[in-house]
């Protein structure tokens, strides 16, 4: 289990009904302040991702698709405060069942937005929205809710078409894409549910955390909020040394990919480990160690094929074993990164996964394959992407936590799911799961009894840190590495 606070439920459409039924009791003055919260976070949340495309221009047009209740009232309050920040900005809203549709609470929306910014706010109509070529900086979809049951009535299905095909820089769908609306972001206010996880069309999914859960989750999947971070912002206790932050090994790389392991060891150097020590082919150590001082390198007699070979399985042993700056061996493992698949170097990590079976291990990469991950007894975390999961999925032991990576991480551990909301397709590039196993690792080296909190931990730290790369230095001219700068600036609060 994680702290409370670090994972809230994720509801089906059935469960968030009652959960709001039972939170509101259809009383309206009690959903007004909600709406207003949902419409501030929407605002704050979509203002802050627009960095990954630069500053949020001065003369913003923004198209608010506004349905009949509370969703297009969200998007409506969201709208408002994106004009009172950004003075210039314009909105075009269109009210897709017509104005007299609103429900009370979404019409007391629309009158503050017009009465906060009149001469900026136009009502479109479907046509006026369609013919629109110059298209918008922003739509903000609110038509329908989770309250929606399919299908969606012919003229709103080609009012949504036609958005989808006008040039719009960010689409952002306000707790579920109406139809076949493509967003880019959904920004699931309050309560995640489980559709939008599973709807193509989402894009990425933020959660806007409105203050409806506290304690720990009693659902089988949990969505991961910043709080599980929280004991990484503690300060550290004075009468402690690097003995006191445990010794990671990591044993990767290869002639073939050099670079991985090299990354997953800047990466658990970063996340507060005391020691690392890598152990790497030896014709790789000198440059490695000149390059990353930090670390304590280890070379280790190469294959052939410039893997690691067998013949230092008895080095390995030893050093696992013996005391370095007087405290324990090794208090962790990482296995993989760029370790090629280099028959002598899956002998090795295979017979090194035997020799303490007390030390738990992080398995990435390479190290994915099925015999692998079946040796030994140590407990373990997997790290595979879409590709490795398949290849491995049939081996999976019990016990082991699995962080399936992808564009929306889960991690899964004895029957329960937790999705990272955070990081986006920045990621989409080498290393950046290289960089996670290392963050990964360096955590369960320093509390190697809790292996989900450091695949937890892990994974929304390296994807909270791709947040603040992006919204720094955008999605393209960047490199992966360049995510282990906003490592602290995501446990400072600085600017995210
Ligand atoms: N700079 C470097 O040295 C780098 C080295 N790398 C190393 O490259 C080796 C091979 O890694 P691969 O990840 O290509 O593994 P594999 O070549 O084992 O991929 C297995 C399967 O998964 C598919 N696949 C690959 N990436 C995927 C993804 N992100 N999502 C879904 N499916 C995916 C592949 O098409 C393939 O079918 C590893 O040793 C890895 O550590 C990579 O980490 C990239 C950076
Ligand atoms: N489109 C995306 N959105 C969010 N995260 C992504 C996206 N693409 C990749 N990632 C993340 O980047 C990492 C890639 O890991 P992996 O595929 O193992 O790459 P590598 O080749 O660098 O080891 C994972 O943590 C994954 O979740």
Redo the contacts with the bound molecule.
């Keep these: 289990m994680l702290e409370p606070g670090a994972a809230h439920p994720v509801l089906t459409i059935d469960e968030a009904r009652q959960f709001e039924a039972a939170l509101f009791g259809g009383d309206e003055t009690r959903e007004w302040p909600a709406m207003q919260r949902a419409g501030r976070a929407i605002a704050d949340a979509v203002l802050r991702d627009y960095r990954e495309l630069g500053a949020f221009p001065e003369n913003a047009r923004v198209l608010v698709l506004a349905g009949k209740g509370h969703n297009g009232g969200d998007a409506l309050i969201a709208a408002r405060h994106i004009l009172e920040k950004h003075p210039r900005a314009k909105a075009a809203v269109c009210f897709v069942f017509g104005e007299q549709s609103l429900r009370p609470l979404a019409w007391r929306a629309h009158r503050e937005l017009a009465q906060a910014a009149p001469e900026r706010v136009a009502v479109f109509d479907a046509a006026a929205v369609q013919k629109d070529g110059a298209g918008f900086d922003l739509c903000l979809d609110g038509i329908f809710g989770f309250q929606f049951r399919p299908s969606v009535d012919e003229r709103v299905a080609q009012l949504i078409d036609s958005v989808n095909a006008l040039p719009v820089c960010l689409r952002a769908a306000v707790d579920m894409p109406s139809g076949s609306f493509r967003a880019d972001f959904t920004y699931a206010t309050g309560i995640v549910k489980t559709p939008v996880l599973e709807n193509p069309n989402s894009g990425r999914v933020r959660y806007l955390d409105l203050g409806f859960f506290s304690g720990s989750p009693c659902r089988d999947t949990a969505t991961l909020t910043p709080a599980a971070l929280a004991p990484l912002r503690a300060l550290r206790s004075s009468h402690t040394d690097k003995r006191d932050y445990g010794h990671l090994f990591i044993v990767?790389g290869?002639r073939?990919?050099?670079?991985?392991?090299?990354?997953s060891v800047q990466a658990a150097l970063r996340s507060g480990a005391g020691l690392v020590t890598a152990f790497v082919p030896e014709s790789l150590a000198p440059v490695f160690a000149a390059q990353v001082p930090e670390a304590i390198w280890h070379g280790m007699a190469e294959s052939p094929g410039g893997g690691l070979a067998l013949e230092d399985l008895p080095v390995f042993r030893e050093r696992v074993s013996e005391k370095t700056s007087g405290t324990a061996n090794a208090t962790a493992l990482v296995i993989?990164?760029?370790?090629?698949?280099d028959r002598e170097s899956f002998a090795l990590v295979t017979e090194i996964l035997r020799i303490n079976e007390n030390i738990p291990v992080v398995l990435?990469?390479?190290a994915?394959q099925s015999d692998i991950i079946a040796s030994g007894k140590a407990p373990r975390i997997l790290t595979p992407?879409?590709?490795?999961y398949?290849?491995v999925e049939a081996a999976i032991p019990d016990g082991a936590v699995v962080v399936r990576?992808?564009p929306l991480t889960l991690i899964e551990h004895s029957g329960r799911k937790y999705i990272s909301p955070f990081g986006g397709p920045v990621l989409?590039r080498?290393?950046s799961?290289?960089l996670l196993a290392g963050m990964i690792g360096g955590l369960l080296a320093q509390a190697p009894g809790a292996l989900l909190h450091a695949a937890c931990r892990g994974t929304v730290w390296h994807g909270m840190a791709a947040d603040c790369l992006a919204r720094a230095h955008g999605q393209h001219a960047v490199r992966?590495t360049q995510l282990l700068d906003f490592l602290p600036e995501v446990l400072r609060g600085v600017s995210q």
């Design positions: 990767g290869s073939k990919y050099p670079g991985a392991v090299l990354m993989g990164p760029g370790l090629s698949r990435d990469a390479d994915l992407h879409a590709g490795e398949q290849r990576k992808g989409a080498g290393g799961g290289d992966t």
